[in-house]
């Protein structure tokens, strides 16, 4: 895997040659498969809270790089580049960084998903910064982003926002993220407590795993889909992978927030779907009860 840190960054790293395999799918039940991610969840939010591998925007917590390489270890999956080059203005000017990511499974060779990410000097943390600093922080966000595509679902099971920490910097020099926030990183400073996750959003990336059939990375694409939108240029805007992203206070003057307009949508469409479905494969109860962990237990996800 490339290390990060070690990237030399005066010279553009070679595109890698990628055979990508068929999409991530599940032979197991979505019972079992959400059974098995709140497991694997316990132990995410063991090792984060020991570590203080995350930082606190607004109460939310967002987890580093190493808490997303955590949950990929339990799935056997793990990120590396595939290409990074400079980017530069139409004068030949260097503006920054930029990098492609992809998730696989080393043993199969399978790849899952992709991811591309920036890291620019006009950013207020990386400006006046040397080259190979940039750089190493563009291929940590591609990286980041591409666990992010199949594993946000789980992570949002543990408590945490889905969006990584090393995004939320890159967010925030677009003009995107909240006003302020606090940096909890360091093992002698205490953290903040996280807000609870909407359980309306945690329905909705249940509901949205089912109809999926357990496959985390269809159920986000299917979510990214369903909630794209068209600004007043007429432009399509990408919409969001978990429905932890969407805003669950009501606008002045609207009677319902995003949060409850996609809530009804989804509802409609499970209902429908349930419908099709024999009765043994659809769960009684969307969100089963966590699990015991016993210290002789495996993980198998």
Request: a negative charge; charged letters at 25%; one cysteine or more.
């Amino acid at each position: 895997m490339t290390n990060s840190l070690q990237v030399q960054a005066m010279e553009q790293t070679p595109a890698t040659e990628l055979t990508t395999a068929s999409p991530l799918s599940l032979d197991k039940s979505p019972e079992l498969v959400v059974k098995q991610a709140h497991q694997a969840a316990k132990q995410l939010s063991n090792i984060v809270e020991q570590t203080k591998s995350y930082i606190t925007i607004n109460g939310k917590k967002h987890l580093f790089f190493e808490a997303w390489q955590t949950i990929g270890a339990f799935h056997g999956v793990t990120a590396d580049i595939e290409w990074s080059r400079p980017l530069r203005d139409s004068d030949g000017k260097l503006l920054g960084f930029e990098a492609r990511a992809f998730v696989h499974n080393p043993s199969t060779g399978v790849v899952l998903t992709h991811a591309e990410a920036e890291c620019r000097y006009q950013e207020k943390n990386w400006s006046g910064r040397d080259q190979y600093a940039l750089r190493s922080m563009c291929q940590t966000r591609a990286m980041a982003k591409a666990l992010r595509n199949v594993l946000a679902w789980q992570v949002v099971l543990a408590g945490y926002k889905p969006t990584p920490a090393e995004e939320m910097e890159a967010i925030k020099a677009e003009e995107r993220a909240v006003s302020s926030y606090s940096v909890s990183s360091s093992f002698d400073s205490e953290p903040k407590e996280s807000a609870e996750v909407d359980p309306k959003a945690k329905q909705i990336d249940l509901w949205m795993l089912q109809m999926t059939h357990g496959d985390p990375n269809a159920a986000g694409d299917a979510f990214e889909k369903i909630t794209e939108w068209t600004n007043k240029k007429g432009d399509k805007m990408p919409g969001k992978r978990s429905a932890t992203e969407l805003n669950a206070v009501k606008r002045p003057g609207s009677r319902m927030s995003q949060l409850d307009v996609n809530y009804g949508k989804i509802e409609k469409l499970y209902k429908a779907w349930e419908k099709t479905q024999p009765a043994e494969t659809v769960a009684s109860d969307a969100t089963p009860p966590e699990p015991e962990l016993s210290t002789d237990s495996e993980v198998v996800l």
